[in-house]
C-alpha cells in the first residue's frame, strides 16, 4: 500500500519556520494501531489522516491527528497544514470544513497568501494545581486549566517565557497534558511556549490548538478580540488571533517542504 504524503511547514512564510506536520489523505480508515505507528516513524509534532466524507455531509473530510505517542484530541497547526494541502489542489475551492472526532467541524478558508482557521474557544479556568507551572520554572503569576488537558502558566513578561527551561522528565510524570507558558509580549502582543513530553514532544514549535485556550484569557485582560501572538520556540512562528463569539480564530501561512510516499507493504 502507498500513501500520498505532504509535509507542511505550518504558521510560516518560509521553510524551516513554524510547526511541521505530515498531511495524509486516505480513501479509508485504517486501523488505530497503524494510524500511530505511521506518525510514530514520521516523527513530527502531528500526523493529521483525512478522509473524504458524502457529498451531502456537513464537511468535506473528517480528520485525526495523532503524535508520535498518542492521538489527540484537537491540533491547530495539522489542522491548518491540512486545509493547505487540500485548498492547494482544489483551486475553485475558497474553504474546506474538516469534521474531527472530538472538536467539531473545523474551517480553514483562503486569506491572501495564507489562511484562515477556527477553531473552538476553550476557556481555561483559575486552578490552584501548581505541578505543571513548577515543571516549566520561573516564577508564574497565575495558573489556569482546562478540562481537555491543558495546563496554563501566565508569566510577567516576553524575558521570562524565553528564559524557562523545563524539567522535561517531571512534565512526562504528570502525564498527557498540554503545558502552555504565556505572557504579555514585546515581538507580539502575547508570547508562549508549549511543552507536551508524554506526547513525544518537548517542545511543540507553534501549537495552534494552544491558542484555542489562551486567546480567551488574553482577550479578557487586554480588552480586545484581535491581536498578535508569537510563539517564542526555536523555530518560531507569527499568528493573527481574534475571538469572535465561541470560536477562536487563527492565521497564517503554510509552506509545503515535502511531497512523496509512505509506502506501507
Given at each position: 500500500?502507498?500513501?500520498?504524503?505532504?509535509?507542511?511547514?505550518a504558521?510560516?512564510?518560509?521553510?524551516?519556520?513554524g510547526?511541521?506536520?505530515?498531511?495524509?489523505p486516505?480513501?479509508?480508515?485504517?486501523p488505530?494501531a497503524?494510524?500511530?505507528?505511521?506518525?510514530?516513524?514520521?516523527?513530527?509534532?502531528?500526523?493529521?489522516?483525512?478522509?473524504?466524507?458524502?457529498?451531502?455531509?456537513?464537511?468535506?473530510?473528517?480528520?485525526?491527528?495523532?503524535?508520535?505517542?498518542v492521538?489527540?484530541?484537537?491540533?491547530?497547526?495539522?489542522?491548518?497544514?491540512?486545509?493547505?494541502?487540500?485548498?492547494?489542489?482544489?483551486?475553485?475551492l475558497?474553504?474546506?470544513?474538516?469534521?474531527t472526532r472530538?472538536?467539531?467541524?473545523?474551517?480553514?478558508?483562503?486569506?491572501?497568501?495564507?489562511?484562515?482557521?477556527?477553531?473552538?474557544?476553550?476557556?481555561?479556568?483559575?486552578?490552584?494545581?501548581?505541578?505543571?507551572?513548577?515543571?516549566?520554572g520561573?516564577?508564574?503569576?497565575a495558573?489556569?486549566?482546562?478540562?481537555?488537558g491543558?495546563?496554563?502558566?501566565?508569566?510577567?513578561?516576553?524575558a521570562?517565557i524565553?528564559?524557562l527551561?523545563?524539567?522535561f522528565?517531571?512534565?512526562?510524570r504528570?502525564?498527557?497534558t498540554?503545558?502552555?507558558?504565556?505572557?504579555?509580549g514585546?515581538?507580539?502582543?502575547?508570547?508562549?511556549?508549549?511543552?507536551?513530553?508524554?506526547?513525544?514532544?518537548?517542545?511543540?514549535p507553534?501549537t495552534?490548538?494552544?491558542?484555542?485556550v489562551?486567546?480567551?484569557?488574553?482577550?479578557?485582560?487586554?480588552?480586545r478580540?484581535?491581536?498578535?501572538?508569537?510563539?517564542?520556540s526555536?523555530?518560531?512562528?507569527r499568528?493573527?488571533?481574534?475571538?469572535v463569539?465561541?470560536?477562536?480564530?487563527?492565521?497564517?501561512?503554510?509552506?509545503s517542504?515535502i511531497?512523496?510516499v509512505?509506502?506501507?507493504?
Open positions: 500500500m502507498k500513501l500520498p504524503f505532504t509535509q507542511v511547514d504558521f510560516a512564510t518560509r521553510p524551516f519556520e510547526n511541521p506536520a505530515a498531511v495524509m486516505l480513501d479509508a480508515w485504517l488505530d497503524t494510524l500511530q505507528q505511521i506518525a510514530n516513524e514520521n516523527n513530527l509534532s502531528e500526523t493529521a489522516f483525512i478522509v473524504a466524507t458524502p457529498r451531502d455531509a456537513d464537511a468535506e473530510f473528517e480528520l485525526r491527528w495523532f503524535t508520535p505517542n492521538e489527540v484530541t484537537l491540533c491547530g497547526h495539522a489542522t491548518l497544514a491540512s486545509g493547505h494541502v487540500v485548498l492547494s489542489r482544489e483551486s475553485d475558497a474553504r474546506v470544513r474538516f469534521r472530538k472538536a467539531g467541524v473545523l474551517e480553514v478558508e483562503r486569506l491572501g497568501h495564507g489562511y484562515r482557521m477556527a477553531l473552538p474557544a476553550w476557556v481555561p479556568a483559575p486552578s490552584d494545581d501548581l505541578r505543571v507551572a513548577h515543571a516549566m520561573g516564577d508564574a503569576v495558573t489556569l486549566f482546562h478540562e481537555s491543558y495546563a496554563v502558566a501566565r508569566y510577567r513578561d516576553e521570562a524565553r528564559a527551561t523545563p524539567d522528565a517531571a512534565l512526562k504528570i502525564g498527557n498540554l503545558a502552555i507558558a504565556t505572557a504579555p514585546e515581538s507580539a502582543d502575547i508570547v508562549s511556549r508549549v511543552f507536551a513530553p508524554a506526547s513525544g514532544i518537548d517542545e511543540d507553534v495552534g490548538s494552544a491558542h484555542a489562551i486567546v480567551p484569557m488574553w482577550a479578557e485582560r487586554l480588552g478580540t484581535r491581536f498578535t501572538a508569537y510563539q517564542a526555536p523555530r518560531g512562528g499568528l493573527v488571533c481574534e475571538l463569539g465561541d470560536r477562536v480564530y487563527l492565521e497564517g501561512g503554510c509552506v517542504v511531497e512523496g509512505f509506502q506501507l507493504d
